[in-house]
């Protein structure tokens, strides 16, 4: 995979206090094509870095305060998120797809070259005819991120995300599925994908030289190629 040369990219990252998103944050401060990360969340990281600008930003539902952060900017990495179950279902909603479409509003006037890394989930149905909430939504969040007009928008689908560092599981069905990893990994192995191997590609699609433009839908299985390459 191509990438600028080294100190050229300029990368916002949104969800960084979350798993996927901690990684992103990591790596991207550590990679020779990212001058600057710019972390948007709702609290303090407790992160300290040369080339790190924090932003706490409380209220995703409106990011007009955001305008100047996210200008200049050359890529985001949007990880924001809630787990189906965690929160009853218009707040998932409104996480999910009121969020994602406000920042985008937002970025896509301050930076609107910018390039548009998503994390959604694998069964995301754009066409909105699926009785899961969650595919719904992320499915509509695409939808809209892809009729934005970024130049590139890559649609993350992953399937289990293996977290890699021990934490405490949101529900018994992540209890049970970290328990089989092993197993999982080895029947099924593009079922699952490791949390710091979906972060890492997500960062190398965003600052990566580019001369396509338009949405890319990139699949668990995709993605495992994207890591294996």
């Known amino acids: 995979m191509n990438v600028p040369t ?28 990212v001058s600057r990360v710019t ?14 600008e924090e932003v706490v930003h409380r209220d995703f539902a409106d990011c007009s305060a955001l305008a100047e952060p996210l200008s200049d900017q050359d890529a985001a990495v ?5 787990y189906t179950g965690a ?11 009121d969020y994602t479409v406000e920042f985008a509003r937002v970025l896509g006037r301050s930076s609107p070259e910018a390039a548009f890394s998503f994390l959604s989930g694998s069964g995301a149905d754009p066409t909105g005819r699926s009785r899961m909430a969650f595919a719904r939504y992320k499915g509509e969040a695409e939808k809209a991120l892809l009729a934005a007009g970024f130049p590139c928008v890559y649609i993350f689908r992953p399937a289990y995300i293996y977290p890699v560092e021990p934490r405490k599981e ?3 069905s992540y209890r049970l599925l970290r328990g089989i990893y092993p197993v999982f990994r ?17 960062v190398n699609v965003a600052v990566r030289e580019r ?5 890319v839908v990139l699949e668990n299985r995709d993605i495992r190629a994207l890591v294996d390459a």
């Open 170 to 172: 949101p529900n018994f």
């Open 211 to 215: 001369g396509e433009r338009g949405g």
């Open 87 to 97: 929160v009853p279902e218009a707040v998932l909603r409104k996480i999910t797809v």
């Open 6 to 33: 080294a100190g050229q990219t300029r990368l916002a990252i949104v969800g960084a206090t979350g798993m996927v998103g901690g990684y992103a944050l990591r790596y991207a401060l550590e990679h020779a094509a």
């Open 39 to 52: 972390a948007i969340g709702r609290r303090k990281l407790g992160v300290s870095h040369p080339k790190l």
């Open 78 to 82: 949007y990880c924001l998120g809630a």
């Open 186 to 202: 080895m029947l099924l192995p593009n079922q699952v994908i490791r949390a710091d191997d979906l972060a890492h590609a997500m």
